[in-house]
């Protein structure tokens, strides 16, 4: 029926119109960019992030063989609520470009009677577009995105809650420690997603299956639908 085939052509349009909004998620590695220690940078930050599909879950582990020494001149920033945290052993970056994306990131490290340990683990969001070459070791210029830190016994866990993310580049920051006898480790995942669509353009894009059938039916009322 040319009614029925109507209204099968303008659900259609509605279904790919949202459809275009879905993809599948990517999951792999988030790629240390570089690493900067009391005995200098290495490797050599490169001139340029990544791009990494969104969505997409990637992880990163990080271990240390050894204790560290502080980094000369570094004192990690970590918002207002936390304060200035002190020096670091370690700043690693991982440089990373995106379309638009909503990013939450997830942290942890877990000492172990003192054989293995991270001292004052943090995490941080920031442009890379305004800190150029990364590797901040105080406070980075622009928006900053700062971890939540949430000490649990022998462990740390970081959380740096979703935040909207415009196109570009950036740099996700972790500083830390390793103070155990044997060094330390951290791991975590970050995870990026399309931004929500406003609920208003939902709205628009179920109603088009609703629209094209109302129009289809004035039509039959002016010149009645064939079967």
Request: hydrophobic content about 40%; proline content about 7%.
């Amino acid at each position: 029926m040319r009614f029925a085939r109507g209204m099968a052509r303008a659900m259609l349009i509605g279904a790919l119109a949202a459809g275009a909004f879905a993809s599948t998620a990517q999951a792999g590695t988030l790629t240390l960019s570089c690493e900067e220690l009391a005995s200098g940078v290495s490797p050599t930050c490169p001139a340029a992030a990544p791009m990494y599909a969104v969505p997409g879950q990637y992880g990163y582990i990080v271990q240390f063989n050894s204790p560290q020494s502080a980094i000369t001149g570094s004192d990690i920033y970590g918002g207002p609520v936390n304060g200035y945290l002190g020096p670091a052993g370690f700043i690693d970056n991982y440089f990373f470009q995106i379309g638009s994306a909503q990013a939450d990131v997830v942290s942890s490290t877990i000492g172990e009677n003192g054989v293995f340990n991270i001292s004052n683990l943090f995490a941080e969001i920031y442009s890379l577009t305004s800190n150029p070459g990364g590797l901040v070791t105080m406070t980075p210029v622009g928006t900053v995105d700062y971890a939540t830190i949430l000490p649990s016994g022998d462990a740390t866990y970081l959380q740096i809650n979703p935040t909207l993310l415009t196109a570009g580049s950036y740099v996700l920051q972790i500083s830390g420690t390793a103070t155990g006898s044997s060094g330390g480790s951290y791991q975590g995942d970050i995870n990026l997603t399309a931004v929500p669509v406003p609920p208003a353009l939902w709205l628009m894009l179920s109603g088009l299956g609703t629209l094209g059938a109302a129009l289809i039916r004035l039509r039959c009322r002016a010149a009645p639908c064939a079967a």
